[in-house]
C-alpha cells in the first residue's frame, strides 16, 4: 500500500494560536481529502485537495503532489477545532479507496 | 440533502451472535466504501463497490464478514459469527466517480462492541 504520514501526532494550542498540520505520501496519488474527526467520532470533510491551494474561512490547505506533501493550516484557533485530523489519499493505481494517516490530535485551549 | 445514513448507530452484542450493519449512501453516488477504524490499526479500508458490484474486498478480515449491495440505495455488512476483537467502530462512505473526481463522504459510523 502507500505510507501516509501525518505530523504532529499531538498538538496543544491556545485559543487564538495558529498552526500548520503536514501530511507526506510515499507515492504519487490521485487525490487527497482533509478530515476532522470531532469529539462525538464524525468525520468532517474539510478539503478535497489533489493539488494547489484551497481556503475555507480559517482554514487552508496546500497540497504539492510533485514532492508527495500537503499541509492544513488552521489560524485563529478556537475550541471547536479540537479533534483528530486526518489527511487521506487515493492512489493513482489500484481500487479508489482512501488511506489514511494517523492524524493529528488537535487541543485547543481556552 | 441527507448524507450519508448508517444503522444503528450503536450496537452492543455477545460474542458468536450475527451482526448486520446498513448504510444508505448519498443519492446519486456510484460508489460505496465500508471502513473500519480501531486504536491498534486506524482506519482501513474492508470492502469497496463501484456500481454496486465488490471491486475490491481485500480488507476484509476473514470469512466471517460478508458484504452486500443489492441496489444502489442500500449496503450491508454481516459479520457472523462475531468476535470480540471485531469491536471498533465502522464506517461507511459514498462518492461519485466521475472522471477522476472522487470526493467521499462518510456517515457517523457504527460502534460495534462485542462483550
Known amino acids: 500500500g502507500i505510507q501516509v504520514e501525518q505530523s504532529p501526532p499531538d498538538l496543544i494550542l491556545q485559543e487564538g494560536a495558529n498552526s500548520t498540520l503536514r501530511c507526506n505520501f510515499s507515492d504519487s496519488v490521485n487525490n487527497l481529502q482533509w478530515f476532522h474527526q470531532n469529539p462525538w467520532g464524525q468525520l468532517i470533510n474539510l478539503f478535497y485537495i489533489p493539488s494547489g491551494t484551497k481556503q475555507n474561512g480559517r482554514l487552508s490547505a496546500t497540497t504539492v503532489a510533485t514532492e508527495r506533501y500537503s499541509l492544513l493550516y488552521i489560524s485563529s484557533s478556537q475550541t471547536t477545532d479540537s479533534g483528530v485530523y486526518f489527511c487521506?489519499?487515493?492512489?493513482?493505481?489500484?481500487?479508489?479507496?482512501?488511506?489514511f494517516g494517523t492524524g493529528t490530535r488537535l487541543t485547543v485551549i481556552p | 440533502d441527507a448524507g450519508v445514513i448508517q444503522s444503528p448507530r450503536h450496537e452492543v452484542t455477545e460474542m458468536g451472535q450475527e451482526v448486520t450493519l446498513r448504510c444508505k449512501p448519498i443519492s446519486g453516488h456510484n460508489s460505496l466504501f465500508w471502513y473500519r477504524q480501531t486504536m491498534m490499526r486506524g482506519l482501513e479500508l474492508l470492502i469497496y463497490?463501484?456500481?454496486?458490484?465488490?471491486?475490491?474486498d481485500s480488507g476484509m478480515p476473514e470469512d466471517r464478514f460478508s458484504a452486500k449491495m443489492p441496489n444502489a440505495s442500500f449496503s450491508t455488512l454481516k459479520i457472523q459469527p462475531s468476535e470480540p476483537r471485531d469491536s471498533a467502530v465502522y464506517f461507511c462512505a459514498s462518492s461519485l466517480e466521475l472522471a477522476g473526481f472522487n470526493e467521499q463522504y462518510f456517515g457517523p459510523g457504527t460502534r460495534l462492541t462485542v462483550t
Open positions: 487521506a489519499v487515493e492512489r493513482q493505481t489500484g481500487a479508489n479507496n482512501l488511506f
Open positions: 463497490f463501484n456500481n454496486n458490484v465488490p471491486i475490491d
